[in-house]
């Protein structure tokens, strides 16, 4: 039988024979003061959308549409006062990622797990996602091992964040990473994808972007001195 490692294809474009694929980016400022998350998975005819831009002393802004029909270009979402690209401009090397949408500006961050009920707020990413590293496979959970895949890669985003009521943010050189996950069929039981499995932080700033999944599952991170981590419980 084909182990992890063996079958761990680097490919950025779609797999057009898994049942569910995803497609997460991230950035954060080297002092811990800002981070942004732009994903999308898709899952059967449907996209999932999330995004997020969190700040120290500021409302998170995040954004969520589970409910996107999937376009011929699965790179393109386009929803309900959303528009979002993640498009590949060299394989393995450079992305440019955007989004235009009305964020909701949540004043405690607890929200985004319940109904993220907040200000709307019009907030644009224009972004270049550069590798500063070669690809490195991701080992899948225990019980996931066989049929759900991936791989992780370090970079670097170029580019800019515009608000309505805020300068906009300029972001040079700024420590990046990505992610990209998909589920064959088998297994057993009915295909899915969990959340992201980050190392728990130890310490954080306090900057951080939770999200909650119409399967049921979450993802609350927060900004550590090395990057996105998961938040523990208490912490």
Known sequence: MMTFLEDARFEDAPHPEVAIEEWVFAAWAADGSLGLISGHRIVGRIAWYWAALARAGLPLLHVT???VPRRADPFIVKGE???AEHHCVAPLEQWSVGNEAFASALEDPDAALGRAYG???PMAFDLEWYASASPSPLEPPGDRAGFEFGYEQRGVVHGTIE???EPSIELTETPAHRWHRWVRPGGGGEASLGPLVLPAA???TGVRAPFAFPDGTTSDLVLSPRGWQRRSPGR
Do not use: Q, R, Y
């Open 65 to 67: 549409d589970f409910e």
């Open 81 to 83: 006062g959303l528009w």
């Open 119 to 121: 200000d709307p707020t």
């Open 163 to 165: 608000m309505v009521s």
């Open 202 to 204: 130890v310490a954080h």
